[in-house]
Structure formats: C-alpha cells, structure tokens
C-alpha cells in the first residue's frame, strides 16, 4: 500500500485533503503539522508522496522540502506543494525547490488530486525500478 504524508498545519484544510485521498483508493496516510514533523515522519515511515503545505510555524514547507531532498529518502518521494491561492509566484517557486506539483488549497477537485498522485507514484516507482 501506498504511504502518503500530509503535512498541514491547518486542521480543517488536512482533514479536506485526508478525506479526499481516503475516497480516492486505500493508502496509508500518515499527518504532520510543521516542517520539524515533516523531516522525522518522512526518515521514519519513508512515504511515497508528501503533500507539504508551505506556510507552517516551527518550520515552513520551503525549509523543509529543500532539507528533505537533502536525504537519502528525498530523492525517492514525490513532494506536491500545497499553495495559497493568493500567493501568486509560489507554484513556480515551489518546483524550483524540488517540489514535483503544486496543488491550490483548498483542495475540491478530488480528479485533478486522482490525476496528480497517479502520475508522481508512478514517475518514482518507474526510477526505483532502474535502481534496482
Ligand atoms: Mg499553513
């Protein structure tokens, strides 16, 4: 089974995004709150994706996406940033980092969530294949 982490800081806008991957296929899905959260949670469970919020206390997604493609388990996870609509530049900013999407908050449209996970597992499944 696929292993997701969401990494939000907003409880309504994780429980949105949680709801919709549960209706979308049978994936492990495991949560963090800030950046700190994120880098343990993803060197301990080693997630297949991580939907990183940028703006988070303790530390914020930027931070935390540039150290985790830093580590041995950032090369192998795709990361899809989740944006504020009203942060015009944070989409492109965002793949400049080594974010592999983005993704508006909130997030509504569960097909273009379906469309985007698909394309990302299989991306990196197909790089783990030649790895091996
Ligand atoms: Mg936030």
Request: proline share 3%.
């Amino acid at each position: 089974m696929k292993k997701i982490l969401v990494v939000e800081d907003n409880e309504d806008n994780r429980r949105i995004l949680v709801y919709r991957l549960r209706k979308i296929g049978e994936f492990e899905i495991i949560e963090a709150q800030n950046g700190v959260e994120a880098i343990e949670m993803t060197e301990r469970h080693i997630p297949d994706l991580i939907f990183m919020d940028l703006k988070m206390p303790v530390m914020d997604g930027w931070e935390a996406t540039k150290r985790i493609r830093q580590t041995d388990v950032g090369s192998r996870v795709a990361i899809i940033a989740l944006t504020a609509q009203a942060m015009a530049g944070d989409e492109q900013k965002a793949l400049a980092i080594g974010c592999d999407d983005y993704l508006a908050k909130p997030v509504v449209d569960p097909e273009l969530v379906r469309t985007k996970l698909e394309r990302l597992l299989n991306k990196y499944e197909a790089s783990e294949a030649v790895l091996h």
